[in-house]
């Protein structure tokens, strides 16, 4: 089934530790997101991809980095975190040419950090 | 800048009765609105979406959304409630120039009363 692939689903990690969360789509859109999820603040844009090569900060940016060195994959990565961290992580596609705001989701990355 | 409003982050209904989830936007240009639903452990999947077409929106599930521009507001409705409609709703607006410019409100968890 085409669609995104989060990985990990779960993972609890120390502070101060380096974390990557995977994300790979299959349905060849030029866009590519990430959101964090926290209760009672909604979806909230950390990095944003509108083609592959080029990556954009969105409103939460800080302590976290991403690439996009081809289509498919977007990876999100934590240098050193901080218990601040502890979400769901959400990674989502959309075809940027339609402009709709129609985004594909995963499934989520729970991230605990202690 | 745009920006949503979602009251009642709690919304309580009986199985078989109306239900209604209320959101008011803010945006600088003509917007674009859409509804998503996130059940249980999973990702945001798009209920409907506005997009200067006809202002009444039928989506999946039966649910459907009226845009009215007078109002800025874009309320979810669905004649009967069922169980499976258990869930968290999120309102969006879109910006027309990419999706790096959403702005989520901040969720309705329904829960459906047997």
């Known amino acids: 089934i085409a669609g995104i692939t989060q990985a990990p689903t779960s993972q609890i990690l120390a502070a101060g530790r380096r974390m990557t969360l995977r994300c790979t789509q299959d349905m060849r859109h030029n866009a590519m997101y990430w959101y964090r999820q926290d209760l009672g603040l909604g979806l909230r844009l950390i990095h944003y991809?509108?083609?592959?090569?080029?990556?954009g900060k969105g409103e939460v940016p800080d302590g976290y980095s991403v690439s996009r060195a081809n289509t498919d994959d977007f990876p999100l990565t934590l240098a050193s975190a901080v218990p601040s961290q502890t979400s769901v992580y959400f990674c989502?596609?959309?075809?940027?040419?339609?402009?709709?705001?129609?985004?594909?989701f995963g499934e989520g990355s729970r991230l605990t950090v202690l | 800048a745009q920006s949503v409003t979602q009251l009642d982050s709690h919304v309580s209904v009986s199985e078989g009765t109306p239900v209604l989830l209320r959101c008011n936007y803010s945006?600088?240009?003509?917007?674009?609105l859409f509804w998503y639903v996130q059940h249980p452990n999973k990702g945001l999947q798009l209920l409907l979406k506005?997009?200067?077409?006809?202002?009444l929106v039928k989506g999946i599930n039966g649910f459907e959304a009226e845009f009215k521009k007078s109002e800025t507001s874009f309320h979810l409705t669905k004649p009967s409630a069922h169980m499976s409609d258990a869930a968290e709703y999120f309102c969006v607006v879109s910006a027309p120039y990419g999706n790096n410019r959403l702005a989520f409100g901040k969720g309705n968890q329904v829960v459906v009363i047997p």
């Open positions: 945006s600088s240009y003509s917007p674009s």
């Open positions: 989502a596609s959309s075809d940027r040419g339609s402009n709709t705001g129609e985004l594909f």
């Open positions: 506005y997009t200067s077409a006809a202002t």
């Open positions: 991809s509108n083609t592959a090569g080029t990556t």
